[in-house]
T-cell receptor, first 112, second 114 residues
């Protein structure tokens, strides 16, 4: 599975959009981009995933560049409860969770 | 239950003692994973169970670590002769369809070896 690069930390004002970038320049054609987040003292929580089209669900939107070498997770109206570490992971659909490489993620602080 | 349940939530043990960590996966989930997360680090895969297949133990850091899954449901991770470097949060996850399905995580067990 390809490796990802994320900024170590970001700040966002409450109510504003939080845009979290991720670079995955070595992504392969069959690899999906997954986002998880981990709120302090809790287990990771799945947010969203996508292959090449932009995706949206009740939690967030995922924008993947046309060359698929990078993506952005968007939390449209960040709240204090969105303060967490956000992990970007790439994985083949036929791949497996046990081989995922979990980096250090981006620590997002949502400020009042 | 509604989610993956792990117990205990916190465990403090003396160096050299054995510990057992328990995981109750989501009902009906055939795949179960154990991960370890040291302070400020990403998740480290330990072991994977899928149905009745032989578990993938490739992530276990030493032979002091073992895990079993009884009846395809509850799993126990055992660490023998604990060392201070074993201190970490141990996370359990389960998934529905196997190794490529979404994993749902428990809250973890924070293990402190003193």
């Amino acid at each position: 599975d390809a490796k990802t690069t994320q900024p170590p930390s970001m700040d966002c004002a409450e109510g504003r959009a939080a845009n979290l970038p991720c670079n995955h320049s070595t992504i392969s054609g069959n690899e999906y981009v997954y986002w998880y987040r981990q709120i302090h003292s809790q287990g990771p929580q799945y947010i969203i995933h996508g292959l090449k089209n932009n995706e949206t669900n009740e939690m967030a939107s995922l924008i993947i560049t046309e060359d698929r070498k990078s993506s952005t997770l968007i939390l449209p109206h960040a709240t204090l409860r969105d303060t967490a570490v956000y992990y970007c992971i790439v994985r083949a659909w036929s791949g497996n969770n046990r081989k995922l490489i979990w980096g250090l993620g981006t620590s997002l602080a949502v400020n009042p | 239950g509604a989610g993956v349940s792990q117990s205990p939530s916190n465990k403090v043990t003396e160096k050299g003692k054995d510990v057992e960590l328990r995981c109750d996966p989501i009902s009906g989930h055939t795949a179960l994973y154990w991960y370890r997360q040291s302070l400020g680090q990403g998740l480290e895969f330990l072991i994977y169970f899928q149905g009745n297949s032989a578990p993938d133990k490739s992530g276990l850091p030493s032979d002091r670590f073992s895990a079993e899954r009884t009846g395809g449901s509850v799993s126990t991770l055992t660490i023998q002769r604990t060392q201070q470097e074993d201190s970490a949060v141990y996370l359990c996850a389960s998934s529905r369809q196997g190794s490529n399905a979404e994993a749902f995580f428990g809250q973890g067990t924070r293990l402190t070896v003193v």
